[in-house]
Every structure is written in structure tokens, then in C-alpha cells.
């Protein structure tokens, strides 16, 4: 049974941006964090300079979140020198020590598809000591995110410390149902909220915002 949150504002995050009009109007729908991915392979890949661009395009008090999977340290370096994102997420296996080594805040994802690592809170909090928060995505061990699946929600870990964000595969027809399910600080989109890689598509993003108020009013 979920609890009633009265007050409770649960954050957005809309991820995998390419077009400067696309990060305008996500902040005017009411959007809190912008991601820009710069994951090798990834088809929502931006150079340091693109996500510049973008992020002079971001509103007042909205975060530009830059997100990576094992890139070299200096790409992520030249990424904080460039864009000036106020968190970081790292999707690879980057360990605390070079997460942290940048001095920004840091999302560290965990990988909730396939075979699980050891996912017990104490084990993640022992692992990442540094880490802001959390987010729970739908790939396995290795692979990429961005997929537009989900996972099976039970799997989070109940217990966690930190702030966690869900992600993976959810839309504006499942993030009603999915906050009400896990509790999330936050919710993390990309696939559901395009028309086609990078290109995000207006009405879904505004559908997505409604609903995300819907739940957080919802009382049982
Ligand atoms: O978007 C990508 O292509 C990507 C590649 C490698 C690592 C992370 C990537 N994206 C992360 C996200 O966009 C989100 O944090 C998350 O995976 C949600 O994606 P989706 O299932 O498409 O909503």
C-alpha cells in the first residue's frame, strides 16, 4: 500500500537532449534536471560543445545533468569544463574514487536488468560513499541505458538511504502507476517522452509533467 505524500514534489528529470528548443520547452512544461548523454555508442550523443549550446538554452533553477559510461577521465573533464553540469551520472563501472573526482555531485545508476549484483543498500552505500543519489534503471551489468524498457519495480532495494531515481522505460502512461509503486525522489525519462532518438516530442513531455502531479496529489 503506498503512503500519501502530502507535499511531496517528486523531481523530473528528462534526459537525452540534441535541440536547444527542446530544452526551452521542457523547462517551461516543468521540468527539474536536463540530461545530456555523452556515452560512446550511444544514439543520443552529444559533443561538449552541442550540450554548451543547450545548456544556455536552460532555465532558472533547472540542473543540466551530464551522464557517461566509462569514458576516459579526460572527456569527462573537458564535459565539466565546458558545460558546467551541476550533477553527473555515471552508467558504467566507475568506481566512487573517480566519480567523485570531478567536484560535482554524482548519480551513480545501477543496473536492475538481468542477473543482479549484490543490490543490498549497505553494499551500495559501501560501494558509493559519495554518491548523491541513486538511479535504478532497466539495464543489465554493462550494457547502455536509454532503452525505453522497464524493470520489475519489487527488485528495488527497500531501505535505501539516499535519494533514488527510477528509470528505465517509463512513460507518460506508466509514471502514475510507477511512483505510486516505488516512491521515487525522482523520475528519469528519455524514450517516452520522443518522436525518435534525441528529438523530444512536446505533447508527451506535457502529458508526462500532468501525471507526475497527478500522483504526487494522489492520497489513498
Ligand atoms: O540514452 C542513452 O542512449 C544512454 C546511453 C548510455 C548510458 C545512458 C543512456 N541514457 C540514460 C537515460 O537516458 C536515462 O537515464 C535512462 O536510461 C532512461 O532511459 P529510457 O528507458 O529511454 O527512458
Wanted: with cysteine; net charge neutral; aromatic share 8%.
Amino acid at each position: 500500500m503506498s503512503q500519501p505524500r502530502t507535499l511531496f514534489r517528486t523531481r523530473i528529470k528528462f534526459c537525452g537532449f540534441t535541440r536547444p528548443g527542446d530544452v526551452r520547452l521542457a523547462c517551461e512544461l516543468g521540468a527539474d534536471a536536463i540530461g545530456f548523454v555523452f556515452a560512446a555508442g550511444s544514439k543520443r550523443r552529444v559533443a561538449p560543445e552541442e550540450a554548451r549550446a543547450m545548456r544556455q538554452a536552460l532555465a532558472p533553477l533547472v540542473d543540466a545533468v551530464a551522464l557517461f559510461s566509462d569514458n576516459p577521465v579526460d572527456e569527462v573533464r573537458e564535459v565539466v569544463r565546458q558545460v558546467r553540469p551541476s550533477l553527473l551520472q555515471f552508467h558504467g563501472n566507475e568506481d566512487d574514487a573517480f566519480c567523485r573526482g570531478f567536484g560535482v555531485p554524482y548519480l551513480k545508476a545501477i543496473p536492475m536488468g538481468g542477473e543482479l549484483a549484490d543490490q543490498h543498500p549497505s553494499a551500495l552505500h559501501m560501494r558509493y560513499p559519495g554518491a548523491a543519489g541513486f538511479l535504478f534503471d532497466s539495464h543489465a551489468q554493462g550494457g547502455s541505458g536509454g532503452s525505453g524498457k522497464t524493470f520489475d519495480w519489487k527488485r528495488i532495494p527497500v531501505g535505501v538511504q539516499k535519494p533514488f531515481v527510477l528509470a528505465g522505460g517509463i512513460t507518460p502512461d506508466n509514471v502514475f502507476e510507477a511512483i505510486l509503486a516505488t516512491l521515487p525522489w525522482g523520475v528519469d525519462v528519455s524514450s517516452g517522452i520522443e518522436s525518435a532518438p534525441g528529438l523530444k516530442d512536446g505533447d508527451k513531455m506535457r502529458h508526462f509533467v500532468e501525471q507526475v502531479r497527478k500522483a504526487d496529489c494522489h492520497v489513498d
